[in-house]
C-alpha cells in the first residue's frame, strides 16, 4: 500500500520559520512535491525533490532524504497569507501523484 | 492561460440521480487526472488519462463511476446513481510531461 504521514495541524507566528514534515511508504517513488491549498480552494505547485537535498524558491525550501523516506518543507518569514493547507506528494511511477494527508498551517499576528 | 476549468463549482443532488461533472484542461496539456477530496480520506485519485485514453482508473470506486474524454478539451465525471457517501470536493487537474500538476477548482457535490 501507499502511505504518506505528515502533522495534522501546526501554528506558527508571523516572521517564524516553520518546517513541515512527511515520511513516506509507496511502492514506488520518483520524487517529492509540495503543494498548497487555501480553504475552498484548488491545490497549487510548490516545489519539488527529484534528488536528494535542498532546493529553494523564495521563502520556501524543500528537502528530500531518499534513504530516509523522508523530505520537509520549510517556510521561512511567515505571512498571514500563509495559512492553508500543505500536502507531500510521492509521484509513485506511470504519472501518478499520491497525496499525504495534509497540514494545516495557522499563521497568527 | 484560463487554467483548468471546471464546471459546476457547486452541485447539490438527491440521492440516486446522476451527476455530470465537466472539466476543460489547460490546451496542450495531455495529461488528465480526476481527484477527490474528502475529510476522511484527503485526496484520492480516480482516474488519469493521457491523449483521451484513459490510463489507470483504479481508484474508481465502483461501477457507478465512469469518466470518459471525448477529445482533448473536454472531460466528464458521471455518477449513476449517486449516493450521500460520494459527497465531496471533486477536482480536475491536468499537466504536460513536467511533474506540475495544475487543479481546477473542484465541484463540491453534495448528495442528500
Known amino acids: 500500500g501507499q502511505s504518506l504521514e505528515q502533522p495534522s495541524e501546526v501554528t506558527a507566528v508571523e516572521g517564524a520559520i516553520v518546517q513541515i514534515n512527511c515520511t513516506y511508504q509507496t511502492s514506488g517513488f520518483y520524487g517529492l512535491s509540495w503543494y498548497q491549498q487555501h480553504d475552498g480552494g484548488a491545490p497549487t505547485f510548490l516545489s519539488y525533490n527529484g534528488l536528494d537535498g535542498l532546493e529553494e524558491t523564495g521563502r520556501f525550501s524543500s528537502f528530500l532524504s531518499r534513504s530516509d523516506s523522508y523530505g520537509y518543507l520549510l517556510l521561512q518569514e511567515l505571512q498571514m497569507k500563509d495559512s492553508a493547507s500543505y500536502f507531500c506528494?510521492?509521484?509513485?511511477?506511470?504519472?501518478?501523484?499520491?497525496f499525504g494527508t495534509g497540514t494545516r498551517l495557522l499563521v497568527s499576528p | 492561460d484560463a487554467g483548468v476549468i471546471q464546471s459546476p463549482r457547486h452541485e447539490v443532488t438527491e440521492m440516486g440521480q446522476e451527476v455530470t461533472l465537466r472539466c476543460k484542461p489547460i490546451?496542450?496539456?495531455?495529461?488528465l487526472f480526476w481527484y477527490r477530496q474528502t475529510m476522511m480520506r484527503g485526496l484520492e485519485l480516480l482516474i488519469y488519462?493521457?491523449?483521451?485514453?484513459?490510463?489507470?482508473d483504479s481508484g474508481m470506486p465502483e461501477d457507478r463511476f465512469s469518466a470518459k474524454m471525448p477529445n482533448a478539451s473536454f472531460s466528464t465525471l458521471k455518477i449513476q446513481p449517486s449516493e450521500p457517501r460520494d459527497s465531496a470536493v471533486y477536482f480536475c487537474?491536468?499537466?504536460?510531461?513536467?511533474?506540475?500538476?495544475?487543479f481546477g477548482n473542484g465541484t463540491r457535490l453534495t448528495v442528500t
Open positions: 488519462f493521457n491523449n483521451n485514453v484513459p490510463i489507470d
Open positions: 490546451s496542450g496539456h495531455d495529461y
Open positions: 506528494a510521492v509521484n509513485t511511477g506511470f504519472q501518478k501523484l499520491v
Open positions: 487537474a491536468s499537466r504536460t510531461a513536467d511533474i506540475t500538476l495544475h
